[in-house]
């Protein structure tokens, strides 16, 4: 049984440890939502002011310019293609993980006739926007539980939209193995990264990844809203069209010529201005990222989730974990079903700890190595069972009311 002397010298020992201080993290909070939001980091404020004050401030419509605007979303893409085992030119930054779902559902769809899947128990903004796609240009649209993705996969489909990582339960699909699946079927998958960048290994290439979306707000840090990416393997680019012809994608966008000429490579899925504040500030997320290893980074994730499940084990045995024990089936967040999780999490976070909700019976706990420590999940667990041992989660203050985000 692990001691919390022994957990205190994995922190002592921990090689990203250092990477705590370089967030800001309230004083009190033990913060597991970094799945939902990540938290702030101090270079984040100093760019932003720099970027407001002298960019925008001073230089006004020159930083476009001098200070690099114009180039910002490939620049930023290449930085995540870093991160998720890509080229620096199949990545770009644009728009929200939505529009840049619907714009690469459609373009695939353009490749051959056939209906569009999405599954029915993943984040349900993956099935609107299949849906809605699939109504727009008059194809069949089925929606699947994940269990039977692959079997989803037949020749009658056109286009599949999958969550790498389940955002309730953590599973994760076996991605290189369902793109094979994909491949024997001529169906291209659409994969969402939104739980999987920043927390688990990708390598897009060598599973087989043609598209891809992923979101810039949670284990990137890059803020609230901050804007998505889009990943087109390069042999494809020239293949498929986005569906919304924006300036921003047109070749010669300074020319501003009548008519629209798609630019050549990822640049031709970018759409309107880019959102230049929330862009900046991703990238400051992004290169805090590319500075730990992302090996030790999945190490230290495993050892989170396998202290937080032995002491949750040891302290709260009524409780169950519904994310894999298997770290090669799970992403980087552990979920417990209870009757009661809403008003449980809403007695964690009066408490000081902050985790989620998820519909419909689901507390879900982020785990983020760059600013979690051991020690926090040790005392995280301990708070959950003093909130089970005294019922705190009965008091009409937290079983009660809206759901917590």
């Not at 019976?361 to 420590?373: C, E, K, Q, V």
Request: overall charge negative.
């Amino acid at each position: 049984m692990t001691t919390l002397d022994e957990v205190r010298g994995w922190d002592a020992a921990d090689p990203l440890g250092a990477f705590r201080a370089r967030f800001r993290l309230p004083e009190g909070v033990i913060y597991l939502d970094g799945n939902s939001l990540g938290a702030l980091p101090h270079a984040t404020a100093a760019r932003m002011r720099d970027a407001i004050e002298r960019e925008w401030g001073d230089a006004l419509v020159r930083s476009w310019n001098d200070a690099g605007w114009v180039e910002a979303p490939a620049r930023v893409g290449a930085k995540i293609a870093r991160l998720i085992g890509a080229e620096a030119d199949e990545v770009i930054v644009a728009n929200s993980t939505t529009v840049d779902l619907f714009k690469l559902a459609i373009a695939a769809a353009g490749l051959r006739d056939g209906a569009i899947v999405a599954e029915r128990d993943n984040f349900p903004t993956d099935s609107y926007v299949g849906s809605a796609a699939a109504a727009l240009i008059g194809r069949a649209f089925r929606a699947v539980p994940a269990g039977e993705s692959a079997r989803a996969l037949t020749a009658d489909v056109a286009v599949a939209i999958l969550t790498h990582v389940d955002y309730r339960t953590a599973v994760r699909h076996d991605m290189a193995a369902l793109n094979g699946a994909a491949r024997a079927s001529d169906t291209k998958i659409v994969w969402d990264l939104s739980h999987s960048v920043g927390a688990v290994p990708l390598d897009l290439h060598r599973d087989g990844v043609e598209l891809a979306v992923g979101c810039g707000y949670k284990y990137l840090n890059g803020g609230p809203g901050a804007p998505a990416f889009l990943y087109v393997a390069r042999h494809l680019q020239s293949r498929i069209a986005s569906p919304i012809a924006g300036w921003w994608s047109h070749a010669a966008p300074f020319d501003f010529a009548a008519d629209y000429r798609a630019a050549p490579g990822i640049a031709r899925f970018a759409a309107g201005t880019p959102p230049m504040l929330g862009l900046l500030a991703l990238e400051s997320g992004v290169d805090l990222m590319l500075e730990a290893d992302p090996h030790m980074l999945w190490a230290k994730s495993i050892r989170l989730y396998d202290l937080f499940a032995e002491r949750l084990a040891q302290r709260c045995p009524d409780l169950a974990i519904v994310s894999p024990a298997d770290a090669g089936r799970r992403g980087s967040h552990i979920s417990i079903a209870h009757p009661n999780a809403l008003a449980i999490v809403r007695a964690l976070t009066a408490r000081g700890v902050i985790g989620d909700f998820r519909t419909p019976d689901i507390a879900r706990f982020g785990l983020t190595p760059l600013y979690l420590s051991f020690t926090d999940i040790w005392n995280a667990v301990e708070t959950l069972a003093d909130v089970m041992d005294r019922a705190e989660w009965r008091d009409p203050r937290f079983s009660q009311g809206g759901v917590v985000t």
